[in-house]
């Protein structure tokens, strides 16, 4: 059986995410610039409003897209481990692990 794993579009995924839950972050600053750019203080208030509305939801979302992105970027990380130590081994340069050892003796 032949496992294909796509650990760059894996790694990739992480540091995607962990870019959105930044810009989830930086959001109310970006608002603030935005709605002092558009020249109309009725329209830069609904900006400020909007944006400053939902920032606990924000945050949640942020918190769960970092969560995903780091967790992506881990899982990319072990792959990568596992499938260098299982060349490693087959190859005949890994370190095996000593087999545990029974406590308590014969039963």
């Given at each position: 059986?032949?496992?294909?794993?796509?650990?760059?579009?894996?790694?990739?995924?992480?540091?995607?995410?962990?870019?959105?839950?930044?810009?989830?972050?930086?959001?109310?600053a970006n608002s603030n610039?935005?709605?002092?750019?558009?020249?109309?203080?009725?329209?830069?208030?609904?900006?400020?409003?909007f944006a400053h509305g939902?920032?606990?939801?924000?945050?949640?979302?942020?918190?769960?897209?970092?969560?995903?992105?780091?967790?992506?970027?881990?899982?990319?990380?072990?792959?990568?481990?596992?499938?260098?130590?299982?060349?490693?081994?087959?190859?005949?340069?890994?370190?095996?692990?000593?087999?545990?050892?029974?406590?308590?003796?014969?039963?």
């Open positions: 059986m032949t496992m294909q794993v796509e650990v760059e579009a894996i790694a990739k995924l992480g540091e995607d995410l962990v870019a959105v839950a930044t810009e989830f972050d930086a959001a109310n610039a935005i709605a002092d750019a558009v020249g109309h203080e009725e329209l830069a208030q609904a900006v400020r409003d939902w920032d606990d939801k924000r945050e949640k979302i942020a918190k769960a897209t970092r969560s995903l992105g780091d967790a992506a970027t881990q899982v990319a990380k072990t792959w990568k481990d596992f499938d260098q130590q299982g060349a490693d081994t087959l190859n005949g340069t890994g370190q095996q692990e000593p087999a545990p050892s029974r406590s308590g003796g014969p039963r």
